[in-house]
């Protein structure tokens, strides 16, 4: 084995067809940092042996996986991670210049599964039934829009290094196709002005929870629990409408609109959000600026979800999510 570079790292990921069998990658992402690696749960013994040392002995009782990457937001390898968010496969259809995959959020509490192949030039580890925990997108006038996805998997399986595909890689968002909106309901968010944002960052948390059982070290399942959607957004500060969106109590609709060209898109759209914790930044030398968070919340009034719209358009055909 020889001393690397991380930069010689390469990641792949695909759906399984079967929950818990490992799949070969469909899609590769240049990531900007990874650190998803094998985890096991060590217990010690601690009975009295005659000695103040506190153990004699250990067990191992779990292994997992567990970790993180980050990729710049493009649109076509966030179609998988939308799916692991969504938890179904999206319903894809044709248009006359690219495809248009509908996701739809699934009210259960086992979402699809993913296979990831982690690889450098020393090993090659699967991690197989790899749930998303969370996902996190942070958008900055500086850089790449950015998206982070933590994952908990099945132990690792040593496995045969694979070549990269890189030959499709999809479009990258920069901050200036985003257009985020905010409207009294969703359906006045097409008619309603972009907001001039200096910061954006929006995260889905599914807390996973691995299900263990006796008899093995390894989780049965992992599954997800109670969803979250939450964020926040910068902005300058010239009148007090998000201040007192927060003191009225009021709730929106909000949108989340990227667009790459006129085919490519990444459609978020939330039907219900309250807003909290409003914070002015007043420095001495700054443009004062205001920053506020939202969380999402269930419609129960037009029975929405609480992500009601998740439209990914782009140049890949249906299967591969």
């Known amino acids: 084995m020889a001393y690397y570079v991380g930069r010689r790292g390469s990641l792949g990921a695909a759906k399984e067809g079967t929950r818990g069998a490992a799949t070969t990658p469909a899609l590769w992402v240049t990531y900007n940092s990874v650190s998803f690696d094998d985890k096991a749960v060590v217990v010690d013994s601690e009975g009295a042996f005659g000695q103040i040392a506190d153990t004699f002995e250990s067990y191992i009782t779990k292994k997992y996986g567990e970790g993180e990457f980050e990729f710049d937001l493009d649109d076509k390898f966030i179609g998988l991670i939308l ?5 179904a496969a999206p319903s894809s259809s044709a248009g006359p210049t690219n495809y248009i995959h509908t996701y739809t959020l699934a009210n259960t509490n086992q979402h699809q599964s993913l296979s990831l192949l982690v690889q450098d030039p020393n090993t090659a580890k699967m991690f197989r039934l790899a749930m998303i925990d969370k996902m996190t997108i942070t958008i900055e006038p500086e850089g790449l829009a950015k998206c982070s996805v933590g994952f908990k998997s099945a132990a690792g399986q040593d ?49 996973v929870e691995d299900f263990q059982d006796l008899g093995t070290a390894t989780p049965s399942d992992i599954l997800n629990k109670q969803l979250q959607v939450e964020g926040s957004f910068e902005i300058g500060f010239n009148d007090n409408t998000y201040r007192n969106y927060m003191l009225d109590g009021s709730t929106k609709a909000v949108e989340i609109l990227l667009t790459y060209g006129t085919n ?58």
Do not use: C
Not at 83 to 87: F, L, M, V
Not at 166 to 194: E, P, R, V
Not at 269 to 277: E, G, H, I, T, Y
Not at 287 to 309: P, R
């Open 83 to 87: 799916t692991g968010i969504a938890g």
């Open 159 to 207: 496995w045969t290094l694979v070549s990269p595909v890189y030959t499709a890689l999809g479009n990258k968002f920069i901050h200036s196709m985003l257009a985020f909106k905010i409207a009294a309901a969703t359906g006045d968010l097409a008619a309603a002005s972009a907001l001039n944002l200096n910061r954006l960052e929006f995260t889905v948390t599914k807390n």
């Open 264 to 321: 490519n898109s990444l459609q978020i759209q939330l039907p219900k959000v309250r807003f909290a914790n409003w914070e002015p930044n007043k420095g001495l030398n700054d443009i004062v600026s205001e920053k506020i968070e939202f969380k999402g919340q269930y419609d129960v009034v037009n029975t929405a979800n609480v992500i009601s719209t998740l439209v990914l358009a782009n140049q890949l055909g249906s299967g591969t999510y």
